[in-house]
């Protein structure tokens, strides 16, 4: 009996696009065809001919087994041999043996070889989206009538290929945007939950700064040692200022590989490079109307520091591969452990975007620097890691304790605190509840700090103004060179301003020198 054409479009389509999971789609037009066609696989992929990028979308067997293969970039030979397969607004019939070029580079993934191949090139409203192809084993499996059967179908699958990829990158957008809202959620019960420890002791100048800057829009760079809590202030800027309702991202600028450092905070087109096959949005464009915390900001390349000289004067990124500039409005927050003098002085950091970030910076103490916090800092990580490691009631630590901590220099800063009660809590898990908690490893780094700091022999003896000029460029350099006022080095030192001026002129200590 003669094949009722309209019968089977009508069937073919209802399966083609009966469903915007484009797999299952897939295996119900498997099942399908398989009455009419001896089909063995079927497949719908992208081939870009600008990169030279082969795609797979879906690819589905007479088992019901699917498999997405990766991008591969293709020789000119091997797209020479897929171009020749594809026709556009009908289906074609290839055989390719072992021979052949394209089979060599899909071999790992998709063994064609020995395979009959029936091809249509699929497009919509004349853009091309890529092809449908079918296989059979042997040279002998399709016939004319086949290819024609195929041929009805163009449209439909066209149809089915656009909303699959439009409903992948939906799918992809979601995620990055509900990846973002637990972000912003988590950030916010962190900081509105709690205060930040020594707000009103060892950072009420920060705070004060922070309480400054928050309400404005300009850049701020927030400078200090490892640890000393850059991020939490981060947060607290971003938070307490009009764009709270905004996004907040962050990204660590010297854990990001140099190649991709572009593409991470500007985004990218399609084909921009191998791999790209879809457009990207970069954190710059995520982070509009909000805020980008670009920390470790002294890792940054020189050509994406340029990027980013370009991103705070005109307010605008382009993405790698695109030609039209992309308006942002970004609050940028920079932080950095580095000496950005030394970088900029040796070339490593441009001047000229230096200036541009250091438009308000702030100077996080470390905290040696500020050991009166100690005892708020330890019994807030005791609630917050015994919560964590379900331990109740949390263990108590003993003022003695307390003192040992804060005789502690902590090269680490509060991180290292922080990783010491966590570690001293997992080790007394199963113990006795209501222990006091000890740090026995603190001994031998109280040891190795005390002979650090044995007495100088007399013949090594600084005088008196030696021993005031060391101390006050050290002030200085922490404070980046500012004299008075929050987060300045008379505060530091507890003097007046006027006086440390005084003191410098006294000792031929110039702020140029000392920054």
Same mark, same amino acid.
């Given at each position: 009996?003669?094949?009722?054409?309209?019968?089977?479009?009508?069937?073919?389509?209802?399966?083609?696009?009966?469903?915007?999971?484009?797999?299952?789609?897939?295996?119900?037009?498997?099942?399908?065809?398989?009455?009419?066609?001896?089909?063995?696989?079927?497949?719908?992929?992208?081939?870009?001919?600008?990169?030279?990028?082969?795609?797979?979308?879906?690819?589905?067997?007479?088992?019901?087994?699917?498999?997405?293969?990766?991008?591969?970039?293709?020789?000119?030979?091997?797209?020479?041999?897929?171009?020749?397969?594809?026709?556009?607004?009908?289906?074609?019939?290839?055989?390719?043996?072992?021979?052949?070029?394209?089979?060599?580079?899909?071999?790992?993934?998709?063994?064609?070889?020995?395979?009959?191949?029936?091809?249509?090139?699929?497009?919509?409203?004349?853009?091309?989206?890529?092809?449908?192809?079918?296989?059979?084993?042997?040279?002998?499996?399709?016939?004319?009538?086949?290819?024609?059967?195929?041929?009805? %179908?163009? !449209?439909?699958?066209?149809?089915?290929?656009?909303?699959? &990829? @439009?409903?992948?990158?939906?799918?992809?957008? /979601? +995620? *990055?945007?509900?990846?973002?809202?637990?972000?912003?959620?988590?950030?916010?019960?962190?900081?509105?939950?709690?205060?930040?420890?020594?707000?009103?002791?060892?950072?009420?100048?920060?705070?004060?700064?922070?309480?400054?800057?928050?309400?404005?829009?300009?850049?701020?760079?927030?400078?200090?040692?490892?640890?000393?809590?850059?991020?939490?202030?981060?947060?607290?800027?971003?938070?307490?200022?009009?764009?709270?309702?905004?996004?907040?991202?962050?990204?660590?600028?010297?854990?990001?590989?140099?190649?991709?450092?572009?593409?991470?905070?500007?985004?990218?087109?399609?084909?921009?490079?191998?791999?790209?096959?879809?457009?990207?949005?970069?954190?710059?464009?995520?982070?509009?109307?909000?805020?980008?915390? %670009?920390? !470790?900001?002294?890792?940054?390349?020189?050509?994406?520091? &340029? @990027?980013?000289?370009?991103?705070?004067?005109? /307010? +605008? *990124?382009?993405?790698?591969?695109?030609?039209?500039?992309?308006?942002?409005?970004?609050?940028?927050?920079?932080?950095?452990?580095?000496?950005?003098?030394?970088?900029?002085?040796?070339?490593?950091?441009?001047?000229?975007?230096?200036?541009?970030?250091?438009?308000?910076?702030?100077?996080?103490?470390?905290?040696?620097?500020?050991?009166?916090?100690?005892?708020?800092?330890?019994?807030?990580?005791?609630?917050?890691?015994?919560?964590?490691?379900?331990?109740?009631?949390?263990?108590?630590?003993?003022?003695?304790?307390?003192?040992?901590?804060?005789?502690?220099?902590?090269?680490?800063?509060?991180?290292?605190?922080?990783?010491?009660?966590?570690?001293?809590?997992?080790?007394?898990?199963?113990?006795?509840?209501?222990?006091?908690?000890?740090?026995?490893?603190?001994?031998?780094?109280?040891?190795?700090?005390?002979?650090?700091?044995?007495?100088?022999?007399?013949?090594?003896?600084?005088?008196?103004?030696?021993?005031?000029?060391?101390?006050?460029?050290?002030?200085?350099?922490?404070?980046?060179?500012?004299?008075?006022?929050?987060?300045?080095?008379?505060?530091?030192?507890?003097?007046?301003?006027?006086?440390?001026?005084?003191?410098?002129?006294?000792?031929?200590?110039?702020?140029?020198?000392?920054?």
């Amino acid at each position: 009996m003669e094949l009722d054409r309209n019968a089977f479009f009508r069937q073919a389509a209802l399966r083609i696009c009966g469903s915007l999971d484009i797999d299952k789609a897939l295996l119900s037009f498997m099942d399908y065809i398989r009455l009419f066609i001896p089909v063995s696989v079927v497949t719908l992929s992208m081939f870009d001919p600008s990169t030279g990028i082969l795609s797979n979308l879906a690819n589905v067997d007479q088992a019901g087994k699917k498999k997405t293969l990766p991008p591969l970039p293709l020789s000119r030979s091997a797209i020479q041999e897929l171009e020749s397969a594809l026709k556009a607004g009908a289906a074609s019939l290839s055989y390719w043996n072992g021979q052949s070029e394209l089979v060599k580079i899909l071999r790992p993934d998709f063994d064609l070889s020995n395979r009959s191949v029936l091809a249509v090139d699929l497009a919509l409203e004349g853009k091309r989206l890529g092809f449908l192809a079918l296989y059979a084993d042997g040279n002998t499996g399709f016939t004319q009538e086949h290819m024609e059967l195929v041929s009805l %179908l163009r !449209e439909p699958f066209s149809i089915a290929m656009s909303n699959a &990829l @439009r409903y992948e990158e939906l799918v992809k957008l /979601k +995620e *990055i945007v509900d990846a973002e809202n637990r972000e912003l959620s988590r950030e916010l019960r962190r900081y509105s939950s709690s205060e930040i420890v020594g707000a009103d002791f060892g950072l009420k100048d920060v705070m004060e700064m922070v309480r400054q800057v928050a309400p404005l829009s300009s850049p701020v760079i927030l400078l200090g040692e490892t640890g000393t809590g850059k991020e939490l202030i981060a947060n607290a800027i971003h938070y307490t200022s009009s764009r709270r309702s905004g996004p907040l991202i962050k990204i660590n600028c010297g854990a990001i590989p140099d190649s991709l450092v572009d593409s991470e905070l500007f985004g990218h087109e399609r084909g921009a490079f191998t791999g790209a096959i879809t457009q990207k949005k970069g954190r710059f464009e995520r982070a509009d109307t909000g805020t980008i915390f %670009l920390d !470790e900001v002294g890792e940054l390349p020189s050509q994406v520091q &340029l @990027r980013l000289l370009r991103v705070l004067q005109e /307010k +605008e *990124i382009e993405r790698v591969g695109g030609t039209r500039p992309i308006p942002v409005d970004v609050r940028v927050i920079a932080a950095t452990h580095r000496d950005m003098a030394e970088l900029v002085r040796t070339g490593v950091f441009r001047e000229d975007l230096w200036f541009r970030l250091n438009v308000f910076p702030i100077t996080l103490p470390p905290l040696r620097q500020r050991r009166e916090d100690i005892p708020a800092l330890v019994h807030h990580f005791l609630e917050k890691k015994s919560k964590d490691l379900k331990i109740y009631p949390p263990p108590t630590v003993s003022i003695e304790e307390v003192e040992r901590l804060k005789a502690y220099h902590w090269p680490g800063n509060i991180r290292e605190l922080e990783n010491l009660i966590e570690r001293e809590l997992i080790h007394t898990r199963g113990k006795r509840r209501g222990e006091r908690l000890t740090f026995e490893p603190l001994e031998v780094l109280e040891n190795s700090k005390a002979s650090s700091l044995e007495p100088e022999r007399e013949d090594n003896l600084l005088t008196l103004d030696e021993a005031m000029s060391r101390q006050i460029r050290q002030a200085l350099q922490r404070c980046n060179g500012k004299v008075s006022g929050p987060g300045g080095a008379a505060r530091l030192l507890g003097i007046n301003p006027n006086t440390l001026r005084s003191r410098m002129r006294k000792l031929g200590i110039s702020l140029k020198i000392s920054c």
